[in-house]
């Protein structure tokens, strides 16, 4: 089986077996996925879910939030490690939101990679999750299942995994494969046991089973 055949199976089968999925940080408005995804690094999404609740109580829109001081958004944000640079960089990036984009984000990936603290993950993941583009979101979940998949071989660099995803991956299907990843991650081809690969939709056509490219 080819790489692209492998990749179009894979999406199906995650599509039948996760039906329903989405961005596992909660938020309303796209600033605040900006923020959640930034205190999400080396942080679990439902903590970060929970801190942020006690910051957009106490700043609850863009302006608040680049209005405040350093020193007043990282005690609330500490709990997700990192809080002086996470603070330091979540209020430059709702100044220039605020000075520069009228208080919204850009739908412009370019855009996205000049504000402070975002990155290609998160700038993928406001272009799928909020504008609806096409998106490769390339966290270490992702980075994980298609290296045992087969999809790709030894390839740990995010960019370079992401940029051998979009040569495989319909565009349209981009965005949820990638939220597929994560649920498949946490349940099945998990990181810190031994995967679960009796369980796994996959199993016949995993590389990890020693299923190779034809």
Same mark, same amino acid.
């Given at each position: 089986?080819?790489?692209?055949?492998?990749?179009?199976?894979?999406?199906?089968?995650?599509?039948?077996?996760?039906?329903?999925?989405?961005?596992?940080? $909660?938020? =309303?408005?796209?600033? &605040? %996925?900006?923020?959640?995804? /930034?205190?999400? @690094?080396?942080?679990?999404?439902?903590? *970060?879910?929970?801190?942020?609740?006690?910051?957009?109580?106490?700043?609850?829109?863009?302006?608040?939030?680049?209005?405040?001081?350093?020193?007043?958004?990282?005690?609330?944000?500490?709990?997700?490690?990192?809080?002086?640079?996470?603070?330091?960089?979540?209020?430059?990036?709702?100044?220039?939101?605020?000075?520069?984009?009228?208080?919204?984000?850009?739908? $412009?990936? =370019?855009?996205?990679? &000049? %504000?402070?603290?975002?990155? /290609?993950?998160? @700038?993928?993941?406001?272009?799928?999750? *909020?504008?609806?583009?096409?998106?490769?979101?390339?966290?270490?979940?992702?980075?994980?299942?298609?290296?045992?998949?087969?999809?790709?071989?030894?390839?740990?660099?995010?960019?370079?995994?992401?940029?051998?995803?979009?040569?495989?991956?319909?565009?349209?299907?981009?965005?949820?494969?990638?939220?597929?990843?994560?649920?498949?991650?946490?349940?099945?081809?998990?990181?810190?046991?031994?995967?679960?690969?009796?369980?796994?939709?996959?199993?016949?056509?995993?590389?990890?089973?020693?299923?190779?490219?034809?």
């Amino acid at each position: 089986m080819t790489k692209e055949k492998l990749a179009l199976e894979i999406v199906e089968r995650l599509k039948q077996e996760y039906p329903d999925v989405g961005c596992t940080l $909660d938020y =309303d408005q796209a600033w &605040k %996925l900006l923020v959640s995804v /930034r205190l999400a @690094a080396q942080c679990t999404d439902a903590r *970060v879910n929970v801190v942020v609740q006690d910051l957009y109580e106490k700043f609850p829109d863009v302006n608040a939030l680049a209005d405040a001081e350093v020193g007043e958004i990282e005690p609330i944000v500490r709990p997700c490690g990192l809080g002086r640079s996470k603070a330091r960089d979540i209020s430059a990036c709702m100044k220039i939101l605020r000075d520069q984009y009228g208080g919204k984000v850009p739908d $412009d990936f =370019d855009a996205l990679l &000049k %504000l402070p603290g975002v990155g /290609r993950k998160s @700038a993928n993941l406001v272009m799928g999750d *909020v504008f609806g583009k096409p998106a490769i979101v390339t966290d270490t979940h992702c980075i994980r299942l298609v290296n045992r998949m087969g999809l790709v071989d030894g390839v740990k660099e995010p960019k370079k995994v992401e940029m051998a995803l979009w040569e495989l991956i319909p565009p349209e299907e981009g965005s949820d494969f990638c939220h597929r990843l994560v649920f498949h991650g946490r349940d099945i081809c998990t990181a810190r046991t031994k995967p679960h690969c009796e369980r796994c939709c996959l199993n016949d056509i995993c590389a990890k089973n020693g299923v190779e490219e034809k």
